[in-house]
């Protein structure tokens, strides 16, 4: 069963995952990130090339030729075909369709009342799937 982790609070979604995704990607971890829409992936796709001077994070959509070779897929349906089930770097405002499939999911949920009221029923909803559920708070000690 997948380990689900909640990180909420976060200033800042897109550079939040991007530190998330550059830590799994050093470990050796396959990585899927979900966006909430097509805006949001195309942020997270110019953001993972912009954010360090000095890390690689090798990326593509899912679907691309190169999916099943690269570390790092970026999503926003459920349709989409994910090559790994490591890690699941959750973005968007949904429960992915195919969240049981992965080892490790990491919802991140903003401080934005809209993002937290989502975040909370994600939560709710997992918790009677009975998953192992974990929950961090940026910015707190």
Known sequence: MSRIDFHSNVPDKIAYACRLVRKAYAAGNRVVLMADDAAQLAALDAELWTF???????????????????????????????????????????????????QRVIEVISADPDDAAAGRQRYVAYKRQDYPLTHFVAGKT
């Open 52 to 102: 360090s001077a000095t890390d690689f994070l090798p990326h593509v959509p899912a679907g691309d030729a190169l999916a099943a070779h690269t570390a790092i897929i970026l999503a926003d349906s459920d349709d989409a075909p994910l090559p790994h089930h490591e890690l699941l770097v959750n973005l968007a405002r949904r429960i992915p369709a195919h969240v049981g499939q992965f």
